[in-house]
């Protein structure tokens, strides 16, 4: 974040230096502001990418212990499943 700052800071610097200054030295000052907005948004783009990697993870994550809670309690006897009758056989 104090990056983001830092190169906001010197946009606007660059900015003024625009407006009060003359021609070769204003379009290095533009063109040096183009590529620090650039980066800033290179920047932007690099945290939304691993904020989306991150929510994949975790979503696949949630899905894994879901598929495992489901696999244990299929595994689980009815609550109210009758007992079986040892003596159904005999008389």
Not at 16 to 29: D, I, K, W
Request: hydrophobic share 55%; charged share 5%.
């Amino acid at each position: 974040m104090k990056k983001v700052i830092a190169l906001s800071a010197v946009l606007v610097m660059g900015a003024l230096g625009v407006a009060c200054g003359g021609g070769e030295a204003n379009n290095a000052v533009a063109n040096a502001n183009k590529a620090m907005a650039n980066a800033a948004n290179a920047m932007a783009n690099a945290a939304n990418a691993m904020a989306n990697a991150a929510q994949t993870a975790t979503n696949a994550a949630t899905t894994a212990t879901n598929a495992a809670a489901n696999a244990m309690s299929a595994n689980k006897p009815a609550a109210n499943a009758p007992a079986a009758n040892a003596n159904a056989n005999h008389k």
